[in-house]
């Protein structure tokens, strides 16, 4: 019954910022190795942004230097602070969490927030 709930989403105009969360709805109850948010336009794949683990980050090209992720373990969130905003960063924005528990993989998806960059 765990669901990530994700907030933050709006319409921005190019160079502004916005910040984006998402929290599990209750204790998920298994161990996080992955925190990442993704993000998928209508002529695009769905492409990785940006994820973290307990001790590094990885960003995609695109958006190093202008979006930052971190989490908070006591809360089982995720953010992403997106600064400098472009509109090719124009996309649904998608939560993930990667978890194990007894050797097996436990994944969570968010339900999307939409993030629109536009004068």
């Known amino acids: 019954q765990v669901q990530l709930v994700e907030s933050g989403g709006g319409l921005v105009q190019p160079g502004g910022s916005l910040r984006l969360s998402c929290a599990a709805s209750?204790?998920?109850?298994?161990?996080?190795?992955?925190m990442a948010w993704f993000r998928q336009s209508p002529g695009s794949q769905r492409e990785l942004v940006a994820s973290?683990?307990?001790?590094?980050?990885n960003y995609a090209d695109s958006v190093k230097d202008r979006f930052t992720i971190s989490r908070d373990n006591v809360k089982e969130a995720v953010y992403l602070q997106m600064n400098n905003l472009k509109p090719e960063d124009t996309a649904v924005y998608y939560c993930y969490v990667d978890t194990t528990f007894l050797g097996s993989q436990i994944f969570f998806w968010g339900q999307g927030t939409q993030v629109t960059v536009s004068s």
């Open positions: 209750r204790n998920i109850g298994a161990k996080i190795v992955t």
């Open positions: 973290i683990t307990s001790e590094r980050t």
